[in-house]
């Protein structure tokens, strides 16, 4: 398989070698059986050198007469001519889920960095309309002091 991107060269070799690994479940026995290598299988011997320009690696499957008899033909030539638009799609969510995690810590570091700056102490507002001053530990102690 091969994409443009490095990142999503990156998540599609990830995501194969766990979609190989998902097959070994209990409940997708009948499943056909997947292989990935980084390098092209023995049956590609022959294919000319730009065809084998993968850099996500070569995924093979193992079709049994089982899985094309009867009406199982259609989905399994489906299944097969659009694993590449499945492997894109779960790549391209999973980048737009690490940006949305990635998003959400630099803003609560942000925050941090922000709670954390010394001076500027502005007076704030209760809920019922009372203004108040935040105090420090010191001042907070010497306050219940007296």
């Known amino acids: 398989m091969r994409f443009k991107d490095s990142v999503d060269t990156a998540f599609a070799t990830s995501f194969l070698q766990e979609f190989v690994e998902a097959r070994?479940?209990?409940g997708l026995n009948n499943a056909?059986?997947?292989?990935?290598s980084p390098t092209p299988p023995l049956e590609l011997n022959e294919?000319?050198?730009?065809?084998l320009s993968a850099n996500a690696g070569f995924v093979s499957f193992v079709i049994f007469p089982r899985h094309v008899e009867g009406k199982k033909l259609d989905r399994t030539v489906w299944n097969l001519s659009t694993f590449?638009?499945?492997v894109s799609y779960h790549v391209k969510c999973?980048?737009?889920?690490?940006?949305?995690?990635m998003r959400r810590r630099v803003e609560s570091l942000i925050q941090a960095l922000d709670r954390a700056k010394p001076g500027?102490?502005?007076k704030?507002?209760?809920?019922?309309?009372r203004s108040f001053k935040r105090?420090?530990?010191?001042e907070a102690r010497a306050n219940s002091i007296s």
Not at 32 to 36: G, K, M
Not at 94 to 101: A, L
Not at 124 to 129: A, L
Not at 135 to 138: A, Y
């Open 94 to 101: 999973s980048e737009g889920f690490m940006h949305t995690r």
């Open 84 to 86: 590449h638009a499945y």
């Open 120 to 122: 500027g102490e502005e």
């Open 135 to 138: 105090l420090s530990l010191s």
């Open 47 to 51: 294919a000319p050198a730009e065809a």
């Open 124 to 129: 704030k507002k209760s809920p019922n309309s």
């Open 24 to 26: 070994r479940a209990a």
């Open 32 to 36: 056909p059986p997947c292989l990935w």
